[in-house]
């Protein structure tokens, strides 16, 4: 991989990055983002090309904004991905997260046409839409312990409808 990172306009930065092809399973990719930062806000647009055997597609475009204020922080995103064949795709996800002392309360929503959702793999054939809520205890400077559930459900087979739920603790080193 060959990748390059400019030096700082202001607040704004730009990353390229090709990586070649390694195989016949693998070919070459080529990426660039555009990256704006400052606070509150933080703006990113980022555009990849890939070969055919990458199974994604020709294209994946995307764009992503957060802003953050005192407790409070929301985001959103947005992609739209050209395949090889067929039409093209979009997914978007919203999200928002308040923090109390220890504690920060996360929600997300998300949805996509026949791609992926952040459930799953990059081939799914239907529209799928998952809401996720979250809590995290901050129980030192280097650990954390989180709650976190999701629904997931597709529009063409309620039986594929799945939730989960998750905990875990994640400590620094």
Do not use: C
Not at 58 to 87: C, H, I, Y
């Amino acid at each position: 991989m060959v990748a390059w990172v400019s030096p700082k306009f202001g607040d704004a930065k730009i990353v390229a990055a090709y990586v070649p092809a390694e195989n016949a399973d693998n070919d070459k990719v080529i990426s660039i983002a555009a990256m704006y930062g400052s606070k509150p806000l933080y703006l990113a647009l980022a555009y990849n090309a890939y070969d055919e055997a990458v199974g994604v597609g020709d294209s994946l475009l995307r764009a992503t904004v957060t802003w953050k204020a005192g407790n409070f922080g929301v985001g959103a995103m947005f992609q739209q991905a050209e395949p090889t064949t067929g039409d093209s795709t979009a997914a978007y996800a919203v999200n928002g997260y308040f923090k109390s002392g220890s504690n920060k309360f996360k929600l997300q929503f998300q949805s996509g046409e026949g791609q992926d959702v952040g459930v799953k793999t990059a081939k799914i054939k239907e529209d799928a839409a998952t809401i996720s809520v979250g809590w995290d205890r901050k129980m030192s400077k280097r650990t954390k312990i989180y709650l976190a559930a999701h629904n997931t459900t597709f529009d063409d087979d309620a039986k594929d409808d799945f939730t989960n739920i998750g905990f875990g603790l994640v400590h620094k080193f």
